[in-house]
């Protein structure tokens, strides 16, 4: 898990995924990289990417004690895509021709 974050609500919510994804089955063999693109305006945006995937992202609430429920239920969201994303390329996409792969 990579953590590119900048302010104590992107940390929060780091800390709040990464302790969620250590209690998933397998999940330290995927690698994710979480980001966080703070603005003034709105607050802060984290993104959840894994390889070239973007399979979360979010503006956080100002209310920090809000942020580790959303960070768990992202942990939840981007585990099973990776699982359905491994699941697809393990059985193809019938949809799709081997060259388009």
């Known amino acids: 898990m990579i ?12 800390d709040s995924f990464a302790n969620t994804w250590r209690e998933k089955d397998e999940a330290e063999t ?3 990289t979480i980001t966080e693109r703070p603005t003034a305006r709105l ?3 984290v993104f959840v990417d894994y390889g ?3 399979l979360f992202q979010m503006f956080l ?16 969201q ?6 359905d994303y491994q699941l ?7 949809d799709m021709g ?4």
């Open 3 to 14: 953590g590119q974050t900048m302010t104590l609500a992107g940390r929060t919510f780091y």
């Open 30 to 32: 995927f690698t994710v």
């Open 43 to 45: 607050g802060s945006q």
């Open 52 to 54: 070239n995937r973007r």
């Open 61 to 76: 609430p100002p209310n920090r004690t809000l942020i580790p429920a959303i960070a768990a239920d992202a942990a939840g």
């Open 78 to 83: 981007v585990y099973q895509a990776i699982l």
């Open 88 to 94: 697809a390329q393990f059985f193809g996409d019938p």
């Open 98 to 101: 081997r060259d388009e792969l």
